[in-house]
Nanobody
Framework: QVHLVESGGGLVQAGGSLRLSCAAS????????MGWTRQAPGKQRELVAT???????DYADSVKGRFTISRGNAKNTVNLQMNSLKPEDTAVYYC????????WGQGTQVTVSS
């Protein structure tokens, strides 16, 4: 079982930046992909960015060129650098890790004011 803890959410003005971090513990050897999803009120959960164990990344079209996903210095961490934030980026952001099972973090709120 993998346990995920997110940090770094908050309130920022449009055009600003935030950095989210996610640390995995437990059966981290089973992880082959980590990433971030988000869910805004009244909307479906959206895949934001992913990174595989070999470093391949993928992004939603809505965040390409603004968000960057990367692994931290510790192999079991993943970061999401969010620049040029827009009010429509406001959502609860969830970290996930996939391998034999998919594990989810508790979520962190990101609010972008106009």
């Amino acid at each position: 079982q993998v346990h995920l803890v997110e940090s770094g959410g908050g309130l920022v003005q449009a055009g600003g930046s935030l950095r989210l971090s996610c640390a995995a513990s437990g059966s981290i050897f089973s992880i082959n992909r980590m990433g971030w999803t988000r869910q805004a009120p009244g909307k479906q959960r959206e895949l934001v960015a992913t990174i595989t164990s070999d470093g391949t990344t993928d992004y939603a079209d809505s965040v390409k060129g603004r968000f960057t996903i990367s692994r931290g210095n510790a192999k079991n961490t993943v970061n999401l650098q969010m620049n040029s934030l827009k009010p429509e980026d406001t959502a609860v952001y969830y970290c996930y890790a996939s391998g034999t099972v998919i594990s989810w973090g508790q979520g962190t709120q990101v609010t972008v004011s106009s």
